[in-house]
């Protein structure tokens, strides 16, 4: 059985940085994609990062810049490095990996995903 669990989450400062990790166990494919994604409170979950097995990187525009996200092949691990965060970036960020082999994650389909972790940014 495939395990994401996250944490790093808390409070912070507008300003202010927080490093996420998402620490994967059980059968997944060491070429699965992996990303992080959003929800705000009374909004859709929304795409943020994402990271491929061979270390492709895409973001959504609103954290270009900002955001930074890697992974630990060995550990299974994946890390959002945020930055410069905002009011606007409060949110339940949830890890996801993707299901089958080379897969992606961006669309959000066929992917496992972690608990979530709160992350608020006060102003």
């Known amino acids: 059985q495939v395990q994401l669990v996250e944490s790093g989450g808390g409070l912070v400062q507008a300003g202010g940085s927080l490093r996420l990790s998402c620490a994967a166990s059980?059968?997944?494919?060491?070429?699965?994609?992996m990303g992080w994604f959003r929800q705000a409170p009374g909004k859709e979950r929304e795409f943020v990062a994402t990271?491929?097995?061979?270390?492709?990187?895409y973001y959504a525009d609103s954290v270009k810049g900002r955001f930074s996200i890697s992974r630990d092949n060995a550990k299974n691990t994946v890390y959002l490095q945020m930055n410069s965060l905002k009011p606007e970036d409060t949110a339940v960020y949830y890890c996801?990996?993707?299901?089958?082999?080379?897969?992606?994650?961006?669309?959000?389909?066929?992917?496992?995903w972690g608990q979530g972790t709160q992350v608020t940014v006060s102003s």
């Open positions: 059980g059968p997944i494919f060491a070429s699965a994609g």
């Open positions: 996801a990996a993707a299901r089958s082999a080379y897969g992606g994650v961006r669309a959000g389909n066929n992917v496992y």
């Open positions: 990271i491929s097995w061979s270390g492709n990187l």
